[in-house]
């Protein structure tokens, strides 16, 4: 089945800063991906998606990569705001599996005001 | 855009009741609810898939007769935990994909925090 992880638990970065959150999959057919955020004690919240047929997707102040070479994607935020500290998760999809997505273990990014 | 209502958004309930979840969509039909549970600190482990008008697809090592499913309308969803015990304290996660168009689109309910006394 679809794996896919993050190689980050925890990110800290100062306010204003960009910030580079990372994810890795090992179902190369998965051809749709999400990032999602979590804030605390809600449910998760989309923030941009990206088709396996594209490398970038800009969104605002966000933007996804996807390099399907080494199947990893990963969620830039430029200037971080302390409205942006949440849980991040990547999601998959997966062609044989339905419409069931696959989350990555989370990334927790903390911004420093 | 797409809305999914889940509640109750907490809940505290004693050992061995029963405790029901509802997940609605709002503004679109969802054939297909899925439901997850989330630890603290980890991420969202898919428990089952709910269709409409038929029987729930769980995932392996989830009791089906402990988490009971329902999906009786387009709109609606319920997630029943029987028989609660401490160890099923968690936040249980519902979301429905939208489908409007191409956009894969999967709309996240607001989270049911359980907590079994």
């Known amino acids: 089945g679809e794996s896919v992880g993050l190689h980050l638990p925890t990110l800290s970065v100062q306010e204003g800063d960009n910030s580079i959150i990372n994810c890795a999959y090992s179902?190369?057919?998965?051809?749709?991906f999400i990032w999602y955020k979590q804030e605390s004690g809600k449910g998760p919240q989309f923030i941009i998606d990206i088709r396996s047929n594209m490398d970038k997707r800009q969104g605002q102040r966000v933007t996804v990569l996807l390099n399907k070479t080494v199947k990893h994607l990963s969620l830039q935020i430029a200037a971080t705001q302390p409205g942006d500290s949440a849980v991040y998760f990547c999601a998959a999809w997966e062609n044989n599996a339905g419409n069931m997505l696959t989350f990555g273990g989370g990334t927790r990014l903390m911004v420093k005001p | 855009g797409a809305v999914v209502s889940q509640h109750p958004s907490w809940v505290i309930c004693k050992s061995g009741t029963s405790v029901k979840i509802e997940c609605r969509s709002l503004d679109f039909q969802a054939t297909t609810m899925f439901w997850y549970r989330q630890f603290p600190k980890q991420s969202l482990m898919l428990m089952a898939t709910?269709?409409?008008?038929?029987?729930?697809?769980?995932e392996q090592g989830v009791e089906k007769d402990k988490f009971l499913i329902n999906h009786a309308s387009l709109t609606l969803s319920t997630l029943t935990v029987t028989s609660a015990h401490p160890e099923d304290s968690s936040f249980y996660i519902c979301s429905a994909r939208n489908h409007r168009g191409t956009d894969y689109g999967y709309t996240f309910g607001s989270g049911t925090r359980l907590t079994v006394v």
């Open positions: 179902n190369s057919a998965s051809d749709y």
């Open positions: 709910s269709n409409e008008g038929s029987k729930a697809t769980y």
